[in-house]
């Protein structure tokens, strides 16, 4: 039996690995989930800050029973400087961006910034080439969300906007 390997999205075919279908197929797959649940199709009816864990689940660093947290020391440092800006929930590497065939991003933060997702991924002095390459990459792939690069310097916090 042959499977197939492309969606069909408004009448053009895309690759099951392409970020199109692979969005389309996301949005198919939560409506399917709201259909079949009415709790969490009710608390998604709310802010998108309460009704992201609801669709993600256990957050790694945000479990309860989880003895230590996930992050590094400058991680750490950096979600105290979130929670003390007051953006609201701030969520640990919740949310894993599919960029290409085998290669994902997973920002360190996500936030609501101003009505909009915002994903912080934070470094110390060195940055990899791969790094801002992926992160670049999920910034155009991604334009609904904001990218953020935060990295720690002896001057201290440099925050770089990361174009679309």
Request: with cysteine.
């Amino acid at each position: 039996m042959a499977t197939a390997n492309y969606v069909l999205i408004d009448g053009k075919a895309y690759s099951l690995y392409h970020p199109i279908a692979q969005r389309h197929i996301a949005q198919q797959h939560s409506a399917s989930i709201h259909k079949q649940s009415p709790r969490l199709a009710n608390q998604a009816k709310g802010s998108v800050p309460d009704s992201l864990p609801a669709v993600l689940g256990c957050f790694k660093g945000d479990c309860s029973g989880q003895t230590r947290s996930l992050l590094n020391k400058t991680e750490a440092r950096w979600r105290d400087v979130l929670i003390g800006r007051g953006y609201g929930p701030v969520w640990e590497m919740a949310i894993r961006l599919k960029l290409a065939h085998h290669t994902t991003f997973l920002p360190d933060f996500a936030v609501m910034r101003t009505n909009r997702l915002t994903f912080y991924e934070v470094k110390g002095g060195f940055i990899r080439e791969d790094a801002w390459i992926k992160l670049k990459l999920a910034a155009h792939l991604y334009p609904e969300f904001d990218f953020v690069m935060a990295q720690w310097t002896d001057m201290g916090w440099v925050e770089t906007e990361i174009p679309k």
